[in-house]
């Protein structure tokens, strides 16, 4: 049975948020002002209907909006949705107790999203492609995807179901990667086990039809039309199959800028958990960078995409999981400078032993304001001053915020031994 909810805030993942006698109870689609008629479950609700409206309700874009689980926050009016991404950020560094200056929200979504995953999966002999329900394994059948790229918007969804269908003997729920490139579209197929020949022969004409840039089955490529390159700064790189990419063009470049600023008189500077080298190649037009990555695929793609390029410094590169070995305090000794960009995870270990070391500037990129307000914590007990964090929102109407931290250690900073930090917690944190 519905019953009627004031909303006061929002919360972390753009959920309305109504106090009541039992606790907060978290209302989606909901915004603050709003009252609501909501079927509760627990601490959660169904929103059934918006009984009085806030001024900060718009229209959604997208026809696929409250039904797909793609997008949280097409119902908030510009002004409040930047207000919402910028609080996500000062919550979880209040809830560390840390204070610096954070500034406005940087717009990074630009021309949209250039890779998407897309589900795949056999219902009653009929192949569905879309993205999953909120909160749910129901899967959303779609056609168009407006937060794309205009490559993607409706050629993303179209090449996912044609190689979906395919496949489709194999009766197999799939993931299908799509990533927009220089080139044309670059697609990874996860789920399906090892192809038989008739398989990979339709696969192959599939690819010509649609003209795919490569077509890769977990990482292994079946069919190369053209190099799927990306441009980095000056070079061009051509990523492994399923590589980790920055998700929007502009906020890879945002993000680059931000870092650049931050390195800028450095003369050596080592890029942790560097990737493909969005950042690295393009330090490399004024120092000598020291690149390390686990995985050995992306930094190949690097040092090829660096030799290819001209006017570059010297770019070395370390295959190495920081996570199990981080660089210790006297290896970081060499750098002017380091920048590191981990998974959402955070870099704990990595941090401690920057924390240890005597590198003065620290740029710290994150896609998650709890691990980053963590890592932070124990580099600031470590001596460093954070300076200054800015968010780049290129993740647009999704609860995901990216940032950049810029630390720096005052010269007559006295090193010590840093006291164990607790962990902020990653998850939903109302405000």
Known sequence: MAERLVVERLGARGDGVAETEGGPVYVPYALPGETVSAERDGGRARLVAVDVPSPDRIAPYCPYFGVCGGCAAQHMARGLYAGWKHGIVAAALAQARIATQLDPVVDGHGTGRR???????LRDGEVRVGYMAARSHELVDIAVCPIAEPALKTAGPEAARSIAQALARAKKPLDVHVTATDAGLDVDVRGHGPLQPRERERLIAQAGALDLARLSLHGDVVVERRPPAIGMGSAHVVPPPGAFLQATRAGEAALAALVRDACAGSRRIGDLFAGCGPFALR????????????DAGSLGALDRGWRGATGLRGVSTETRDLFRRPLLAPELARFDAVVIDPPRAGAEAQARQLARSAVPVVASVS???????RDAAILIDGGYALTRVTPVDQFKESPHVELVGLFRRPPSTTRRRPRPVEPVPAGPVAF
């Open 115 to 121: 890779r998407i995953t897309f589900h795949a999966r």
């Open 367 to 373: 896609c998650d304001a709890g691990t980053f307000a």
């Open 283 to 294: 330090l490399a037009e004024f120092a000598e960078v020291h690149a390390v990555e686990a």
